[in-house]
C-alpha cells in the first residue's frame, strides 16, 4: 500500500461538474479506517456518501463544510502515519504551473508536465480538470499502449465477472467493438473471453488521446457502490462518452426511456413508459411493469421483479428474485437482500435482508 494516497472530490451526479461540501466527516490528524464516512457531497440532483478506501491518518484538509468543488478536486490526503510529508508536486509554487491563460479553462499544469505534453503534441483539452497535471502523468500517455480507435471502438472498464456478461452482450448487439479491458488489479498482457488487459485505469487518458471515447464500466459495486462510482468519475473526467447497451434478446417497450450509460442484459424486460437514469444495470431476466422509474446508478439484479409504478431511487440494489409490490418506494442507497418480498416503501440507506417481508411484522 501507498504511504500517502490522494482522496478527489467525486463525481456525484453525471449532469454536473460541481457539488456542495454538505458534511464533512473527518478531521486533520484523525486515524480512520477502510470504509469509514469521510465527507458527503450534493448537487441538485443527488447526494454522495464518500467512503475511505483505505485505513490511516487524514492530511491536508483544508476545505470546509458549504464548499462549491469541482469533479476530481483534491479532498484530502490519507496517509500512513501521522507526520507523513505531503508531497511538493501537490502544491507547487506559481511559477511551476502553466499560465492561467495559455490553458483550457480549469486546467492545472505543471511546466514540466506542459512541455512534454507539447512535445508530444497531447491535447490538453482532453486532460482532466481539477486535479494537477504532473510530468509523471503525461509521461505515462506518452507510450500508451497500441489499440484500434476505429470509430465504434470502446473499452470496458473491469475485468471480473460482470465484465464477462459485458462482452457477451457487446458481441450480440454488434454496435461496437471492444478495443480492450482496464483493471486496477489485473496484470497487463492477460485476457478476458479474449479481450486483453490494456493495463489501469490511468491509461485512460492515454486512449482517449488516441481517439477511443466509448467506455462502459464493468465494476459492478454490489459490495460497494462507491468503486463503480469512481469509475464513473474518472470516465467522465477523460470525456468518455458512456454508451447504453441493450441485448437484442432483452425487450424495451417504445415508450421507455434508458439513460446515458444504462446495460440490460439479455431477457430482461422494460415496460410502457419506465424511466431509467444514469448508469443503471438492468440485469438478466427481470422485469421492470410499467411506469417504474429508477434514478442513477441503481443495480436491478438477476430474475427482480418490479410491479408498476415502483420507484427506485439513485444508488439503491435490488437483489435477486426480489418481489416490489405496486407503487412502492425504494429509497437512495437502500440494499434490498435477495429474494425479499417487499410490501411497503424502504426508507434511503435502508437494509431489508434476504429472504425476508418488508416491512417486518412485529411480535406481540
Known amino acids: 500500500?501507498?504511504?500517502?494516497?490522494?482522496?478527489?472530490?467525486?463525481?456525484?451526479?453525471?449532469?454536473?461538474?460541481?457539488?456542495?461540501?454538505?458534511?464533512?466527516?473527518?478531521?486533520?490528524?484523525?486515524?480512520?479506517?477502510?470504509?469509514?464516512?469521510?465527507?458527503?457531497?450534493?448537487?441538485?440532483?443527488?447526494?454522495?456518501?464518500?467512503?475511505?478506501?483505505?485505513?490511516?491518518?487524514?492530511?491536508?484538509?483544508?476545505?470546509?463544510?458549504?464548499?462549491?468543488?469541482?469533479?476530481?478536486?483534491?479532498f484530502c490526503y490519507i496517509a500512513d502515519t501521522p507526520t507523513e510529508v505531503l508531497p511538493k508536486e501537490k502544491t507547487p509554487g506559481k511559477d511551476q504551473i502553466g499560465k492561467p491563460g495559455d490553458l483550457p479553462q480549469g486546467l492545472r499544469i505543471t511546466q514540466p508536465a506542459l512541455q512534454l505534453a507539447r512535445q508530444n503534441a497531447i491535447?490538453?483539452?482532453?486532460?482532466?480538470k481539477g486535479i494537477l497535471i504532473t510530468e509523471s502523468?503525461?509521461?505515462?500517455?506518452?507510450?500508451?499502449?497500441?489499440?484500434?480507435?476505429?470509430?465504434?471502438?470502446?473499452?470496458?472498464?473491469?475485468?471480473?465477472?460482470?465484465?464477462?456478461?459485458?462482452?457477451?452482450?457487446?458481441?450480440?448487439?454488434?454496435?461496437?467493438?471492444?478495443?480492450?479491458?482496464?483493471?486496477?488489479?489485473?496484470?497487463?498482457?492477460?485476457t478476458v473471453m479474449g479481450v486483453?488487459?490494456?493495463?489501469?485505469?490511468?491509461?485512460?487518458?492515454?486512449?482517449?488521446?488516441?481517439?477511443?471515447?466509448?467506455?462502459?464500466?464493468?465494476?459492478?459495486?454490489i459490495g460497494s457502490i462507491a468503486p463503480r462510482l469512481a469509475v464513473y468519475q474518472k470516465l467522465k473526467s477523460a470525456g468518455?462518452?458512456?454508451?447504453?447497451?441493450?441485448?437484442?434478446?432483452?425487450?424495451?417497450?417504445?415508450?421507455?426511456?434508458?439513460?446515458?450509460?444504462?446495460?440490460?442484459?439479455f431477457n430482461a424486460y422494460v415496460g410502457s413508459e419506465v424511466k431509467i437514469g444514469f448508469g443503471c444495470i438492468v440485469n438478466t431476466g427481470s422485469i421492470l411493469s410499467h411506469d417504474c422509474v429508477l434514478g442513477d446508478y441503481v443495480n436491478i439484479s438477476p430474475g427482480a421483479i418490479l410491479a408498476g409504478a415502483v420507484t427506485?431511487?439513485?444508488?439503491?440494489?435490488?437483489?435477486?428474485?426480489?418481489?416490489?409490490?405496486?407503487?412502492?418506494?425504494?429509497?437512495a442507497g437502500a440494499r434490498v437482500g435477495n429474494s425479499a418480498v417487499v410490501k411497503a416503501d424502504v426508507p434511503d440507506n435502508a437494509v431489508v435482508h434476504a429472504g425476508s417481508v418488508w416491512p417486518l411484522a412485529h411480535k406481540d
Request: glycine share 12%; proline share 5%.
Open 137 to 190: 502523468f503525461i509521461a505515462r500517455m506518452v507510450k500508451p499502449p497500441e489499440v484500434q480507435a476505429s470509430p465504434d471502438a470502446l473499452i470496458i472498464y473491469g475485468g471480473g465477472g460482470h465484465a464477462k456478461s459485458l462482452i457477451d452482450l457487446i458481441r450480440a448487439e454488434g454496435n461496437y467493438t471492444i478495443a480492450g479491458i482496464l483493471d486496477d488489479g489485473v496484470a497487463a498482457g492477460t
Open 196 to 221: 486483453p488487459i490494456l493495463g489501469n485505469g490511468d491509461l485512460i487518458f492515454a486512449l482517449r488521446q488516441q481517439g477511443i471515447d466509448k467506455a462502459v464500466n464493468a465494476v459492478g459495486g
Open 1 to 74: 500500500m501507498d504511504k500517502l494516497s490522494v482522496v478527489q472530490v467525486p463525481l456525484v451526479n453525471p449532469n454536473e461538474n460541481e457539488s456542495i461540501l454538505a458534511q464533512v466527516c473527518v478531521k486533520n490528524g484523525q486515524r480512520i479506517k477502510k470504509g469509514d464516512l469521510l465527507a458527503v457531497f450534493e448537487t441538485t440532483k443527488s447526494t454522495l456518501e464518500l467512503l475511505s478506501e483505505r485505513e490511516g491518518f487524514v492530511l491536508g484538509l483544508t476545505l470546509k463544510e458549504g464548499d462549491s468543488l469541482v469533479t476530481g478536486q483534491l
Open 312 to 331: 427506485v431511487k439513485d444508488r439503491a440494489l435490488v437483489g435477486m428474485g426480489v418481489t416490489i409490490n405496486l407503487h412502492v418506494s425504494i429509497g
Open 123 to 128: 491535447d490538453l483539452v482532453l486532460l482532466p
Open 240 to 265: 468518455f462518452s458512456i454508451p447504453t447497451v441493450i441485448h437484442p434478446r432483452a425487450f424495451v417497450e417504445p415508450s421507455a426511456t434508458v439513460g446515458e450509460g444504462g446495460q440490460i442484459f
